[in-house]
Each structure stands twice: as structure tokens, then as C-alpha cells.
């Protein structure tokens, strides 16, 4: 996997995930999204690389369709949809946080990050297709 990287931070969204009510909530996503940039560095090109708005819109798209029961889940299937809309992406590193505290806890925040590969994405979708689970 290339060590170049390109990234969003602070990235906010709305979602449906957990039992947090009936309408959507506010949440964060940082994704580090590896791809090899030297064909960029050196086309200066946008065709070269990932485009950074259709990350984003990627990722809102993906949060939105569905409610998913976890942040795990919501994540996983962030990187699912990231990794088959852009080829060209080897792999992601993606944080999920819900800025809403735990009731009676001193945490501040909570969330999730889960990292993801082309590889394992095929994997999974070959065992899906198999019935076979993860």
C-alpha cells in the first residue's frame, strides 16, 4: 500500500446511527485515504488522484441512505462505499465520532476507527457472495 495519503478532518455529517431518535444527529469523520500521488505530483492533474468534495459527498451519501445500528457498522460501510467509488484508493484509515457525551460518564466523546484495504474489501465481497460471514 503507498504511503501517500490524502485526508479530511473534521469532516461533519449527518446521520442516523444508534438510538439516538427518530431524525438524524451531528457527527465527525477524519478519513486517511492512501493513494499513490506521484502521478499527480507530476501531471498536476485532477484525473491523477482522488477528488477531495467527492470524498466528502461519498461519505454523506453513504451516512444518509441508511440507519445503521452501530458506529462500527456506519463506518464499516463508509469505507466500503469510499473504497468502491474510487478506484483508485488502496486503502482508508476512517474515524467516526459522535460529539454527544455518555450520559453519566466523564468521557467527552466517543467513536470508532477502523482501517480498511482494496484487499480486504474484495474478500468481503467475495464472501458475501459466498454466504460466508466475516
Known amino acids: 500500500m503507498s504511503p501517500d495519503k490524502i485526508f479530511l478532518r473534521g469532516l461533519a455529517v449527518l446521520a442516523r446511527i444508534g438510538a439516538a431518535g427518530p431524525g438524524p444527529s451531528a457527527f ?11 502521478a499527480a505530483a ?12 467527492d470524498l466528502a459527498r461519498e461519505i454523506s451519501g453513504a451516512l444518509e441512505r441508511v440507519r445503521y445500528d452501530d458506529l462500527a457498522e456506519a463506518a464499516d460501510a463508509v469505507a466500503g ?17 459522535d460529539p454527544r457525551t455518555v450520559p453519566d460518564s466523564a468521557t467527552g466523546r466517543i467513536g470508532v476507527s477502523i482501517s480498511r484495504t482494496r484487499e480486504q474489501e474484495r474478500q468481503s465481497t467475495h464472501n458475501a457472495r459466498a454466504g460466508i460471514a466475516r
Not at 492533474?45 to 477531495?52: E, F, G, I, P, R
Not at 462505499?81 to 465520532?97: F, N, P, Q, V, Y
Open 81 to 97: 462505499a469510499l473504497l468502491a467509488a474510487e478506484h483508485r484508493i488502496e486503502g482508508i484509515t476512517l474515524t467516526l465520532r
Open 28 to 38: 465527525e469523520i477524519d478519513l486517511d485515504a492512501f493513494i499513490d500521488l506521484g
Open 42 to 53: 507530476m501531471s498536476d492533474s485532477l484525473a491523477d488522484t482522488a477528488n477531495y468534495a
